[in-house]
């Protein structure tokens, strides 16, 4: 079973959709991230220090390309994929305390990148 804590608020004029993952009876935690037009859901992912975590990520529908990067391979984390409709699943164990930005690496010509545009967040490892 996953416990779900879901707390929003507002930093900056950006809605902020925090996760703090819970782990499950297989010692895993699990998290599922929803990304699309220039946000991801949650954007603040809460998770503890050397615990296996599985994400599960997907996009929104839509024909605009999305992608997840979280380059943190010193705490365990050296994540790029692209996104699909259909999940991915992710696993890794964060090796290092600390907090680690992921975001979407698209970008179309002459136009703001998705990250420029809000396509950021937040992975916070904990004790």
């Known amino acids: 079973m996953i416990i779900l804590l879901l707390c929003v608020a507002y930093t900056g004029g950006a809605e902020r959709k925090e996760f703090t993952a819970s782990i499950d009876k297989n010692g895993v935690q699990q998290v599922e991230v929803l990304g699309g ?49 259909d999940a991915t699943m992710i696993a890794f164990t964060p090796t290092k305390i600390g907090t680690y930005p992921f975001y979407c690496d698209k970008k179309l010509p002459f136009v703001a990148s998705h990250k420029e545009r809000g396509m950021e967040g937040v992975l916070e490892v904990r004790e």
């Open 37 to 85: 037009s220039y946000f991801f859901d949650p954007n603040y992912i809460i998770v503890k220090v050397n615990v296996p975590v599985e994400l599960k990520i997907r996009k929104d529908s839509g024909i605009t390309p999305h992608s997840f990067v979280l380059h943190a391979p010193e705490a365990g984390m050296n994540i790029n994929v692209d996104l699909g409709t």
